[in-house]
Nanobody, 117 residues
Framework: QVQLVESGGGLVQAGGSLRLSCIAS????????MGWYRQAPEKQRELVAR???????NYADSVKGRFTISRDNAKKTVYLQMNSLKPEDTAVYYC???????????WGQGTQVTVSS
């Protein structure tokens, strides 16, 4: 059974930084994509950033230049470094895994990020 556990959320002032972590456990195939999504109140969940097992990344336009996604395959961990945070970045951030050639999808429980103005 695959589980994803996020950590690192919290309250920060605008312009500040946070680093989110997500640790995967269970059977994780060598070919996978890990990513971060977010959902603000009364809005749809949206992709923030994702990274393949080979290191290819893509970002939402709204976070380019401010957020950096990275991963440690040996630790089965993905990170999201968030700099220059804005109030509009306030949301619950979810870790996502597309596992193996079938891209079976898993989600973490979410971690709250609140940016005050």
């Amino acid at each position: 059974q695959v589980q994803l556990v996020e950590s690192g959320g919290g309250l920060v002032q605008a312009g500040g930084s946070l680093r989110l972590s997500c640790i995967a456990s269970g059977t994780i195939f060598s070919i996978n994509t890990m990513g971060w999504y977010r959902q603000a109140p009364e809005k749809q969940r949206e992709l923030v950033a994702r990274i393949t097992s080979g290191g290819s990344t893509n970002y939402a336009d709204s976070v380019k230049g401010r957020f950096t996604i990275s991963r440690d395959n040996a630790k089965k961990t993905v990170y999201l470094q968030m700099n220059s945070l804005k109030p509009e970045d306030t949301a619950v951030y979810y870790c996502n895994l597309l596992n193996g050639p079938t891209r079976r999808e898993y989600w973490g429980q979410g971690t709250q990020v609140t940016v005050s103005s």
